[in-house]
């Protein structure tokens, strides 16, 4: 963003700002206590991340609000305006990202009723990604890293051949004994929910790259190919 006459102004950009990091965190906070609550069988931590989802819902509607008035009174336009229009998207996935991780939560308090399934190898290596890709996106948002945000949409694949991976061994499991169904099902449920974490950061990348650039490339291959 570039700096303008109104100071006053730019201090409030600048407030919005660490108003969308502060509920990233909050996000990125959740993803690692519900990933936590599965592997650990933790279901306190558990239902500790569905109540505290409470603080994410009440943040998105304070950005929403602060977001619309800068709107109103301050009449944006160019560059300004592409960054606070950004804003309310990426506080609108963020939110997105926050229930999902509560799924995850509701999940595991199920989980955590029966003998666990299966040793969990790829869940975790899927949820680490995940957590980067979260993090990458808000942080090419804080430094305005076009090239950082082409890394997480790249890094989507990662996740997307992962949960390939993880459907067919527990496809597998259901077939082999029946009486494994609720719980193959359940963690493909919370491996689900993990891709669309994925995809709500790579949503947060590509904002990113029309908020520095002007260029919408939802649907396009980008870069271009010369």
Do not use: W
């Not at 998105?60 to 800068?70: I, N, Q, S, T, Y």
């Not at 506080?91 to 029966?114: F, H, K, P, S, W």
């Not at 945000?149 to 694949?157: F, G, I, P, Q």
Request: proline share 3%; charged share 35%; with cysteine.
């Amino acid at each position: 963003m570039e700096g303008h006459i109104y100071k006053v102004f730019d201090m409030e950009l600048k407030e919005l700002k660490e108003k969308i990091l502060y509920e990233g965190a909050l996000v990125e906070r959740a993803i690692r206590d519900a990933i936590k609550a599965l592997l650990e069988r933790y279901s306190e931590l558990a239902m500790k991340v569905i109540e505290d989802d409470e603080i994410v819902n009440a943040k998105e509607v304070e950005v929403d609000e602060f977001c619309l008035k800068l709107l109103a009174l301050r009449q944006p336009a160019a560059r300004d305006l592409r960054f606070i229009t950004t804003a309310i998207k990426i506080n609108y996935d963020l939110e997105r990202i926050g229930d999902m991780a509560v799924n995850i939560c509701e999940r595991v308090l199920e989980l955590n009723q029966e003998p666990q399934l299966k040793p969990y190898i790829d869940l975790p290596t899927m949820a680490n990604t995940v957590q980067l890709m979260v993090k990458e996106s808000l942080d090419a948002f804080v430094k305005e890293d076009v090239e950082l945000a082409l890394k997480v949409t790249k890094d989507d694949e990662k996740v997307d051949n992962i949960l390939d991976q993880i459907f067919r061994e527990l496809l597998t499991y259901m077939m082999q004994d029946l009486r494994t169904i609720s719980r193959a099902t359940r963690l493909l449920f919370i491996s689900k929910n993990l891709e669309r974490m994925a995809d709500h950061a790579v949503n947060i990348a590509e904002l990113v790259i029309f908020m520095v650039e002007g260029k919408i490339i939802r649907h396009l291959k980008y870069p271009p190919e010369e």
